[in-house]
């Protein structure tokens, strides 16, 4: 039997590596609209649009929120940069402590960095619409109840 290929999926943050690992498929919005990238993808650069990034490896599908930034495709991996990207389950977290961190410049006299209030609005933004891919095959279970 022949092994499965996968990609290597690198998410990255200015502060921090958000994933980094193995899958099978990522599919994510550009500003040109929604893209699925398999593993030997011909190599290209594209402009990532806010949205909602859906990652699938092992037959699980996990959800990542993406405000901007570009993919860098490879025939074997894929590297997302984004100001801001974190995974689903953890948006309310974030938004928190963006919160927090705004309330504590302004307590200081300080004016916000707008990077900070433009990241809030899109996660804001990206959790009322709660997208849902195009992409059957990561929506979850088909008819026959396997994993798609």
């Not at 092992?58 to 590297?79: C, K, N, P, Q």
């Not at 990206?126 to 979850?140: D, H, P, Q, T």
């Amino acid at each position: 039997m022949m092994e499965q290929k996968t990609l290597l999926l690198r998410v990255l943050s200015p502060d921090r590596t958000i994933l980094e690992a193995p899958v099978d498929m990522v599919v994510f919005r550009t500003v040109e609209g929604e893209m699925g990238v398999l593993p030997e993808h011909t190599p290209c650069v594209v402009m990532l649009d806010s949205g909602m990034m859906k990652v699938r490896r092992d037959d699980l599908v996990e959800t990542y929120v993406v405000s901007g930034g570009f993919a860098m495709i490879d025939r074997d991996s894929v590297v997302v940069a984004s100001t801001l990207a974190e995974r689903e389950d953890r948006m309310e977290d974030l938004l928190r402590e963006l919160e927090e961190q705004r309330l504590k410049r302004k307590a200081e006299g300080k004016r916000w960095e707008s990077e900070v209030t433009r990241a809030e609005m899109a996660i804001r933004r990206v959790l009322m619409n709660r997208e849902i891919s195009a992409y059957s095959l990561l929506k979850g279970k088909g008819e026959d109840g396997e994993l798609l």
